[in-house]
């Protein structure tokens, strides 16, 4: 166990250009994916069809329970791996691992037995032809709720010992998975309704392939022990190192939905304005969250093992050092990405997007959106290093009281501003409510730093005490 944690504070040490690296190839496989799709149904009823059965465990398991549960676990990992508590660290993995099983099977069963009702509010307006292929669909790529939450749970506990390349080319491989299916379509050329069947066996392929992949890299590292028979036995003896992650869990699941759910009044907002609204404001969303995707999410996943591990020492003064550094390089790589994209919006909007169908009322709705979107770049980053200080010290009321707050602040410029302003209003709405999210976790932020300064006291951490595994 030692020797383990040795090996992640050798590997917290590295820069996070290799993650960045990573993400920027996941995020050209995730565009290329995007073309080949467009390429092959174009906006016909099956692909309707397949986005509409994929969105729905791609959400639920993915983008909310499966990253929530991921990232919430992390700084317990750590927290407990720096205290050599290797039976509690043992225990609460498993625990996490059962509990997300039942939780994901018991979601997936009540999506299977609503899906009908689901799918009719979700798809209004489709056939029944289409209602029918959606729903084979969604059958299909359901049991990936299951994997998904397993998948992140293991990327936690590779993080926190430091192994950060193999989580982040889990993506890439699940994303390559979806890719080959759609090169495959190119090239056979099968009809739409089978393309669909097709791709749809694509991404879950790329799902088993990517769990086996952090599977076979977790049991390699010595994770075959945290399933022994004598962690087995003591799974239920205690829990509060599970309520703890459950503490962390719950609000940072809140704050996700809050973000989701500003997403859906946006593009609610969007389809009141005119045809084209929607697509243009998807398109501005893409381009300008590219750099947090690539850059931020990088420097994010190493920056949260990194103050975790210090919290676990109760050394408060790396804390605040790695917290430092972070902001530091945030606004290095965020300000000139942001500048340049709202200075340079029309033209790199006209150079990536303006061909076909994409004419010049596309261009102008597109970087008219784009404008406030570029400058909320840097408040979104700033929030997301933010975010990950309150998850190392476990105390998560601060960021979900604000992520409401600029999901309020946000929604309200949505509508007050759209029937004045147009469609510029929603991208100017999210860079005033990331902005209010951003000073106001930063400015609390300084005021607990300077707090924990004058007392001369650890944040949270880990109590000893010996486990009984």
């Given at each position: 166990?030692?020797?383990?944690?040795?090996?992640?504070?050798?590997?917290?040490?590295?820069?996070?250009?290799?993650?960045?690296?990573?993400?920027?190839?996941?995020?050209t496989v995730a565009f290329g994916k995007?073309?080949?799709?467009?390429?092959?149904?174009?906006?016909?009823?099956?692909?309707?069809?397949?986005?509409?059965?994929?969105?729905?465990?791609?959400?639920?398991?993915?983008?909310?329970?499966?990253?929530?549960?991921?990232?919430?676990?992390?700084?317990?990992?750590?927290?407990?791996?720096?205290?050599?508590?290797?039976?509690?660290?043992?225990?609460?993995?498993?625990?996490?691992?059962?509990?997300?099983?039942?939780?994901?099977?018991?979601?997936?069963?009540?999506?299977?037995?609503?899906?009908?009702?689901?799918?009719?509010?979700?798809?209004?307006?489709?056939?029944?032809?289409?209602?029918?292929?959606?729903?084979?669909?969604?059958?299909?790529?359901?049991?990936?709720?299951?994997?998904?939450?397993?998948?992140?749970?293991?990327?936690?506990?590779?993080?926190?010992?430091?192994?950060?390349?193999?989580?982040?080319?889990?993506?890439?491989?699940?994303?390559?998975?979806?890719?080959?299916?759609?090169?495959?379509?190119?090239?056979?050329?099968?009809?739409?309704?089978?393309?669909?069947?097709?791709?749809?066996?694509?991404?879950?392929?790329?799902?088993?392939?990517?769990?086996?992949?952090?599977?076979?890299?977790?049991?390699?590292?010595?994770?075959?022990?945290?399933?022994?028979?004598?962690?087995?036995?003591?799974?239920?003896?205690?829990?509060?190192?599970?309520?703890?992650?459950?503490?962390?869990?719950?609000?940072?699941?809140?704050?996700?939905?809050?973000?989701?759910?500003?997403?859906?009044?946006?593009?609610?907002?969007?389809?009141?304005?005119?045809?084209?609204?929607?697509?243009?404001?998807?398109?501005?969303?893409?381009?300008?969250?590219?750099?947090?995707?690539?850059?931020?999410?990088?420097?994010?996943?190493?920056?949260?093992?990194?103050?975790?591990?210090?919290?676990?020492?109760?050394?408060?003064?790396?804390?605040?050092?790695?917290?430092?550094?972070?902001?530091?390089?945030?606004?290095?790589?965020?300000?000139?990405?942001?500048?340049?994209?709202?200075?340079?919006?029309?033209?790199?909007?006209?150079?990536?997007?303006?061909?076909?169908?994409?004419?010049?009322?596309?261009?102008?709705?597109?970087?008219?959106?784009?404008?406030?979107?570029?400058?909320?770049?840097?408040?979104?980053?700033?929030?997301?290093?933010?975010?990950?200080?309150?998850?190392?010290?476990?105390?998560?009321?601060?960021?979900?009281?604000?992520?409401?707050?600029?999901?309020?602040?946000?929604?309200?410029?949505?509508?007050?501003?759209?029937?004045?302003?147009?469609?510029?209003?929603?991208?100017?709405?999210?860079?005033?409510?990331?902005?209010?999210?951003?000073?106001?976790?930063?400015?609390?932020?300084?005021g607990d730093l300077q707090k924990q300064?004058?007392?001369?006291?650890?944040?949270?951490?880990?109590?000893?005490?010996?486990?009984?595994?």
């Amino acid at each position: 166990m030692r020797a383990w944690y040795a090996r992640g504070v050798a590997f917290a040490k590295q820069d996070a250009g290799m993650l960045a690296l990573i993400n920027l190839l996941l995020a050209t496989v995730a565009f290329g994916k995007d073309l080949l799709q467009a390429a092959f149904f174009g906006t016909s009823a099956a692909a309707d069809a397949l986005t509409l059965a994929f969105f729905i465990p791609d959400t639920l398991g993915n983008n909310l329970m499966a990253f929530a549960i991921g990232v919430a676990c992390v700084p317990m990992f750590c927290k407990l791996l720096v205290q050599g508590e290797t039976g509690r660290l043992r225990r609460v993995f498993l625990q996490l691992c059962v509990y997300a099983v039942l939780l994901s099977s018991l979601s997936c069963l009540l999506v299977f037995v609503l899906r009908d009702p689901v799918l009719q509010l979700l798809g209004s307006g489709m056939d029944a032809d289409v209602f029918a292929l959606t729903r084979s669909l969604l059958n299909l790529l359901l049991p990936t709720m299951v994997l998904f939450p397993l998948c992140m749970i293991a990327s936690g506990a590779l993080q926190a010992q430091g192994n950060f390349k193999v989580p982040a080319l889990g993506p890439v491989l699940f994303n390559t998975g979806f890719l080959l299916a759609l090169v495959l379509l190119l090239i056979v050329k099968p009809e739409q309704e089978q393309g669909a069947w097709w791709t749809a066996i694509g991404i879950a392929a790329g799902v088993v392939g990517m769990t086996a992949l952090l599977a076979r890299a977790f049991f390699q590292s010595g994770g075959r022990e945290w399933f022994s028979s004598a962690v087995w036995r003591g799974l239920w003896r205690e829990q509060d190192d599970l309520l703890r992650v459950v503490r962390t869990f719950a609000p940072f699941l809140l704050i996700l939905f809050c973000s989701q759910f500003v997403y859906m009044v946006e593009r609610h907002v969007a389809s009141l304005l005119g045809s084209g609204t929607i697509a243009g404001l998807n398109y501005a969303f893409r381009l300008a969250q590219f750099p947090n995707w690539v850059f931020v999410a990088a420097l994010t996943t190493v920056l949260l093992p990194a103050m975790a591990r210090a919290v676990g020492e109760r050394n408060p003064a790396q804390v605040r050092v790695a917290l430092t550094r972070a902001i530091k390089i945030t606004l290095l790589l965020t300000v000139p990405m942001s500048l340049v994209l709202y200075l340079g919006r029309v033209p790199i909007v006209a150079l990536l997007l303006q061909h076909g169908s994409f004419d010049h009322e596309s261009l102008r709705t597109t970087a008219d959106i784009l404008a406030g979107y570029s400058l909320s770049i840097v408040p979104q980053a700033l929030a997301a290093v933010g975010l990950r200080y309150y998850m190392a010290v476990e105390r998560m009321r601060v960021p979900a009281v604000l992520g409401l707050l600029a999901m309020l602040v946000t929604i309200g410029c949505d509508l007050l501003g759209a029937p004045k302003f147009g469609p510029a209003a929603l991208g100017y709405g999210a860079a005033v409510g990331a902005w209010v999210n951003a000073l106001a976790i930063l400015l609390l932020l300084n005021g607990d730093l300077q707090k924990q300064g004058r007392m001369g006291a650890p944040h949270e951490s880990i109590s000893h005490h010996h486990s009984g595994v």
